[in-house]
């Protein structure tokens, strides 16, 4: 099998998903789960993604759609598609699965999941970060992954329309 048709079978509508995710409970494995909008892949988004692969045996990744991109980012970004993105993610060999979720935060998808842990970027405290609540009360826990400093999409969409 070609390795873009390996990684189109990472990427999961919600329900699907939850299928997989209940699965991979029965087997007994450890499920993590992170979340961004990962437009414009660079090495801080592949150094976080392999730090929270390595805190269990499934990762999966939240991806925000265009729309809620746009909420959040404003006008003109995304950069890449939610499907260009999703695929790019789902190419990763520390990634497991990879859905895209409407909302602003992935707070219902993480209800839904419960995963046994639950990483996001350094750049945020526990209480601020969607979904932490429950997978706390589940016996779950959060952990705040590690930031390469002075690396972002912003800096480096900044960096790309100024020629530097």
């Known amino acids: 099998m070609k390795s ?4 189109k079978n990472k990427i999961y509508a919600i329900d699907e998903l939850l299928k997989k995710v209940n699965a991979w409970k029965l087997l007994g494995k450890k499920i993590v789960f992170t979340n961004g909008v990962f437009d414009l892949l660079h090495e801080g988004h592949i150094s976080s993604l392999q730090e929270a692969a390595s805190y269990g ?3 999966i990744v939240g991806l925000n759609a265009d729309a809620s991109v746009k909420k959040i980012k404003g006008p003109n970004r995304p950069i890449y598609a939610e499907n260009a993105r999703a695929t790019l993610l789902a190419a990763l060999l520390c990634t ?3 859905v895209i979720f409407e909302e602003n935060t992935p707070e219902e998808l993480i209800k839904l999941i419960l995963p046994d842990i639950l990483v996001k970027g350094g ?3 526990i209480d ?6 429950e ?3 589940n016996g779950g ?3 705040l992954a590690s930031m390469i400093q002075g690396i972002s999409t912003t800096q480096n969409i900044e960096n790309i329309t100024t020629h530097k």
Do not use: P, R, W
């Open 135 to 137: 997978v706390l009360e």
């Open 57 to 59: 045996d499934i990762l």
């Open 123 to 125: 750049d945020y405290t």
């Open 128 to 133: 601020q970060i969607a979904g932490a609540k």
């Open 96 to 98: 497991d699965a990879v």
């Open 4 to 7: 873009a048709q390996l990684s």
């Open 141 to 143: 826990k959060v952990i």
